[in-house]
């Protein structure tokens, strides 16, 4: 099969879905399919890690909105030419929208993975340009989708004030990883080095929807009848860095969170297995690849409601609290029991060989592929 994924940006500062786009194409060509990604991407060094995927690299006109410039344009239409199926991911930008025109136009089969850009609690979010463009240009290319693909089932209901993602094929999926690869990792028992500490750990991007504040003062909270917490905080900046040092500089906190650069490589499975809790409280998540990632490797995952891990945390292979400081305090407390978080450890991996196994999610995009391409 010949498969095209269109996505606007591969950069890192974009969050989780390229990982994911990524990591789905590298195992579809595993699987035997020919893929090609078109995307913007300055570092192309990445293609070189990447085995088997052709990147088709563009150049935005504008930069905000990603509106691509028209070589760009011309290499999508070339990229589309010679596809069986082409997986969009996202909406509400240029290079997705103009790629979808160009679909309808040439008549090629499509999916749609939104990654939450369809969701009402990010319809909030600038509502009247969404509006605007949505009358514009989505409403009639959404029309256009011959199936969906939404990675939870709160994302999909969510989704549905739009009338065509009821009436389309679906598939309610996670993204997935690749849990063999994961277990011949070599995991440095090192990491975090302060281990006579209770290591609390966050990895991501530093951005206000991630919600970090609230991490530096559960950490205040915590060190009033237990000063061996500490907090590592690890990822790029993205707006917050500034203010979160000042936070914990006005909380006398200086020696106790940790600030260190992103990392890509397997040096952060080492932090996220081997830390005693993996902490995410963002107001919103899709499918966050760090969550993933930790249920995966067997880590001890503490989130909020917010971020759509209900049946992962139903499961028992995370634990979910209210977005508040005095629930993420009982939750840190529970977790902190040895045999709490041996028994969320074991669940976990039970949780991903069940539902996060790339192999199998693969699998069924491509069945989904299938029965797109016999519609007429």
Partial sequence: MKITHIISSLESSQGGPPNS?????EYQSKLGNKVKVVSQLKNLDKKKKLKGIKIINGEFLFKRHYIPN????????KAL??????????IWNGVISISLLLCRFMKKKTILTPHGSLDSFNIKNR????KFYYYLFEKYNLEYVHAYHFLTKKEFSNSCWINTVTKKKKLIQSNGIDIRYLNNIKINKKIPNNKNKINITYLGRLNKIKNI??????LFKLLIKDKNYVLNIIGPDDGELVKLKNLSKKLNLEDKVNFK???YGEQRFSWIKNSNIVLLTSFYECNSILAIETIALGGVLLCTNSCNLSDAAKFGAVKSSKNNLQNLIKSVKYLNNNKNSRNLREKA????????????NT?????????????N
């Fill in 213 to 218: 504040q609230i991490q530096i003062k559960l």
């Fill in 349 to 360: 991996l039970k949780y991903a060989l069940k539902y996060l196994d790339i192999k199998i």
């Fill in 363 to 375: 699998k069924e995009i491509l069945n989904l592929y299938k029965e797109v391409i016999k519609i």
């Fill in 70 to 77: 028209i070589n760009f344009i011309i290499k999508i239409y």
């Fill in 21 to 25: 786009v990524l990591n789905m194409a």
């Fill in 127 to 130: 509502f009247y340009f969404k």
């Fill in 261 to 263: 650069k992103p990392i």
């Fill in 81 to 90: 030419k010679n596809s069986d199926i082409v997986h969009l991911h996202g």
